[in-house]
């Protein structure tokens, strides 16, 4: 069994930066598709990145492209999700998630097995 725990979240003005880290127990990162999803109240769950297992493969949903940056520390077993020119827009709660299998549709959460409690993220403006 995988297990995640999210942290770093927080409340910051629009413009700054925050970075959340996700570490796993159960199972090394490296063997693992590791993601970030969001979700804002009275919003479905929203695919913000994915650094898939093995091959380091990234992908970035669109509202986050060019800001947000997915990666891995295999040594800490940690992936951190690097927030920077943080919108209000941006405000969710953001879940870590992961899955042993290689993904091919990064986007749809129920390709995911385990999934963090969340971290909350406030972005003002």
């Known amino acids: 069994q995988v297990q995640l725990v999210e942290s770093g979240g927080g409340l910051v003005q629009a413009g700054r930066s925050l970075r959340l880290s996700c570490v796993a127990s159960?199972?090394?990162?490296?063997?693992?598709?590791m993601g970030w999803f969001r979700q804002a109240p009275g919003q479905k769950r929203e695919f913000v990145a994915l650094?898939?297992?093995?091959?380091?493969?990234?992908y970035y949903g669109d509202p986050v492209k060019g800001r947000f940056t997915i990666s891995r520390d295999n040594a800490k077993n940690t992936v951190w999700l690097q927030m920077n020119s943080l919108k209000p827009d941006d405000t969710a709660v953001y879940y870590c998630a992961a899955d042993r299998a290689w993904i091919a549709n990064v986007a749809a959460d129920y390709n995911y097995d385990y999934w963090g409690q969340g971290t909350q993220v406030t972005v003002s403006s």
């Open positions: 650094i898939n297992r093995k091959d380091d493969t990234t």
């Open positions: 159960g199972d090394t990162v490296n063997n693992l598709a």
